[in-house]
């Protein structure tokens, strides 16, 4: 393998508490060439629980710390409890029952370029639960551009996406959710649709 290859590779660490549910996950994503295992979880760590309880968020914070992206895989989990999983760093939520090869490979490399991923039916669940998620006082606001963009990242669609739908640039899509994260102290974007919806700014 030449130095390029390598360096283009994508660390990848699964922790379980199941052995049989990390060989698992570890199994469908040995199929993708881009993927290294790394034991000391410095790249994306996905993380797969039972539900998202104390321990999870924990863990979740701790991976964080050491500057690994979170992709949680999880049994049990509304919108509601997606959202503390996104609050605590998490860059994704996926149900186990939907994390087949395809879809695990799809979500880890979006981690790994700083993009969220997370259930069709959860991110519909944050929609309809926002209004009754609890706000803060003097919550921030955004102006019509960053409003326009964070719908469309609610809606899955990707930076080159955005950018043809709104005619910007992808520099400027980039740039405008960066601000935001920055601007309200956020983690990744999913972290910012999540506060958005709870706060009722899209």
Known sequence: MTTTETSTRIPVRVLAADPFLR???ESALGECPEFTFDRDGTGVQVLAADEIDDAVLCAIRAARERKSTVLLVVGKVDASTAVRAIEAGACGVLRREQACAQTLISAVRAASTGHGTMSPDLLSGLFETAGRLSSTPA????DARERDVLRMVADGHETAEIASALAYSTRTV???????THRLRLRNRAHAVAFALRQGLI
Not at 139 to 142: G, R
Not at 174 to 180: A, N, Q, R
């Open 139 to 142: 919550a921030p606001s955004l």
């Open 23 to 25: 060989v698992g996950l």
């Open 174 to 180: 980039t740039s405008i959710v960066h601000d935001i």
